[in-house]
């Protein structure tokens, strides 16, 4: 990738977030309820009269027409500040920043359980495919996939933390034993799917011509395999791997939610039942942007290692 | 005699593909195996190469190169013939190489795994040697290319190259010329002439151009429908006896009252 393209998906990237600032805000604005009732509805023993409430309207800047509200909030933006959030009474950013590192954590783990599980029994499941091993990683996975988040997650509580009374069912901290059930969950599902991506794509691989050329050249099973088949089978699932991970960055709600695990997807979720706008505002923000930039890792890597589109772009 | 092929038969499965075919090759020689899409010409060179796809397998007869039998080969033994003692180049040899992967790498990983004792310097060596043979401009550039970024006949040369490297007894060719223009498929029909001539291999060309046969072939097999019809020298094309070779011969075009095989 030169840096001239570089430079302009820096520029896309920069274009799409205004498009996704502008739409949350436009459905924030549209959603029902009144974020200074709701303000107010958490301090249920002082009462407060409409003047007040009109008041505390003007001073959030509340009552202007929707199109001020926005470029309000957006000149602030640009000089990083992205509002201060009432329902934890901190900056946005700050919230932001106190929420990521569990969010960040919960996705390496469970990404590196993914990929410990799904590169090995998908290169052997293609390789033995039609076999017994092939036939049990294919039902297994149909199962891990068609099984939602959060039954997977309230099954492992039961098993783990109910029966067997191993790990704590209470979450809402970051540790290593309030960690293991959220990852396992989330790494199931996505070893399921992941497991068979990655079967199909060595698979695909292994029909290709030039394995027949090279077998017709004595090259031996192993090189053809590790050196030909799997870095050429790993191209596409890179961009997989990719978008999987951006999913993870943005806070997997669901699933933190089961476990009340403090990351961003928790917090997403209780920004919007408290209607606290500048906070959705700013996580939907972090989640378009991670997506974006590790899409633009992933093409600027993809670019690197075919030798097709690398030359292609010159 | 070098290759003697004797009631072959090949099965995909159950399912019988090719039978009774027998074929003789001397050093030397060139024999084209001629006959329509799916007549089994293909799966005929497979089978003696040792590389049927899926299912197929050489359900019959016997397949004796050199004086061995080839049917009892290990999958260990068949890997130290192929590519050594014989070697096949096909329809789109850019296609039988890693699209990914540099062709000189690809070159010296090949020729350093049938003789591990060459150091890598010297390998390269024997690759733009063998690219210079096949009147491949350049091979310094060549070996730094990629298979996408050479044309279809450069890339066929590469493919002859690598095939002649270790100097096979035995080169199948699988519809070499047919994804290429014509003024390429006679370029590359006349190196694998010349290949012939400098080394003295045997040639197996698998081919549905007729003109292209006859002119390089010193025996010619007509297949359909998985069975030999007709097989001989020269006289299949100048008088021929089966009914499926006077249509096939009938199917060439005629220029100006000449037909292509004539030339």
């Known amino acids: 990738m030169t840096n001239k393209q570089l430079l302009s998906r820096i520029a896309q990237i920069l274009v799409v977030l205004l498009g996704i600032s502008f739409i949350t805000f436009a459905l924030v604005m549209l959603s029902p309820g009144d974020p200074v009732r709701q303000m107010i509805a958490g301090n249920e023993d002082i009462i407060v009269s409409q003047q007040e409430i009109d008041a505390l309207r003007h001073e959030l800047g509340l009552d202007k027409p929707f199109i001020f509200q926005y470029l309000d909030w957006l000149g602030r933006a640009v000089q990083g500040d992205f509002g201060f959030s009432y329902m934890v009474k901190k900056p946005v950013v700050e919230q932001l920043m106190e929420s990521l590192p569990a969010t960040v954590i919960l996705a390496l783990a469970s990404t590196v359980f993914m990929l410990l599980v799904s590169i090995p029994a998908g290169i052997y499941s293609a390789v033995k495919h039609g076999s017994v091993f092939d036939y049990v990683v294919r039902g297994l996975t149909f199962i891990g996939v068609s099984v939602p988040n959060f039954w997977m997650g309230l099954m492992l509580l039961w098993i783990f933390g109910l029966k067997l009374r191993l790990l704590p069912i209470v979450g809402g901290r970051v540790s290593l034993e309030t960690l293991i059930l959220p990852a396992l969950t989330l790494g199931i599902v996505m070893a399921s799917k992941f497991t068979r991506q990655v079967r199909t794509a060595v698979l695909e691989e292994l029909n290709q011509d030039y394995v027949v050329g090279a077998r017709a050249r004595g090259m031996s099973e192993n090189h053809i395999l590790w050196k030909e088949v799997l870095p050429n089978a790993m191209l596409p699932l890179i961009t997989l791997l990719g978008l999987s991970f951006g999913n993870l960055l943005g806070g997997a709600a669901v699933v933190e939610i089961v476990f009340s695990w403090p990351g961003l997807g928790y917090l997403a979720v209780q920004s919007i039942i408290y209607r606290d706008f500048q906070l959705v505002q700013g996580i939907v923000l972090w989640i378009a942007l991670m997506y974006m930039v590790i899409n633009l890792i992933i093409d600027a890597s993809y670019n690197h290692l075919d030798p097709r589109l690398r030359k292609a772009g010159r | ?263």
């Open chain 2, 1 to 263: 005699m070098l290759l003697e092929v004797k009631d072959l038969n090949i099965s995909y499965g159950d399912k019988l593909t090719v039978s009774g075919v027998d074929l003789e090759l001397n050093t030397g020689e060139i024999m084209s195996i001629v006959g329509e899409s799916g007549s089994g010409k293909t799966t005929v060179i497979r089978a003696i190469m040792g590389c049927l796809p899926g299912r197929g397998h050489v359900s019959g007869g016997s397949i004796i190169f050199e004086g061995r039998d080839m049917l009892k080969n290990t999958p260990k033994e068949w890997r130290q013939l192929c590519g050594r003692e014989m070697s096949m180049i096909f329809q789109d040899s850019g296609n039988m190489i890693n699209p990914i992967r540099r062709i000189g790498e690809q070159f010296v990983n090949y020729i350093r795994t049938h003789a591990p004792e060459k150091t890598k310097a010297k390998a390269v060596e024997m690759a733009k040697d063998m690219l210079n043979k096949v009147r491949l401009p350049n091979p310094e550039s060549i070996m730094q290319s990629y298979p996408f970024e050479l044309s279809g006949g450069m890339r066929q040369r590469v493919g002859i190259a690598m095939a002649m490297v270790f100097r096979p007894k035995l080169l199948l060719a699988d519809e070499p010329t047919s994804a290429l223009d014509v003024t390429t498929q006679a370029q590359i029909i006349r190196q694998i002439v010349d290949i012939r001539n400098e080394f003295g291999v045997a040639v197996i060309l698998v081919t549905h151009n007729l003109g292209v046969a006859s002119y390089v072939s010193n025996k010619l097999v007509v297949m359909k429908n998985g069975r030999v019809v007709e097989s001989g020298k020269r006289e299949v094309i100048s008088d021929p006896q089966d009914a499926y070779t006077k249509e096939l011969l009938a199917a060439v075009p005629v220029v100006g009252e000449v037909k292509y095989y004539d030339r």
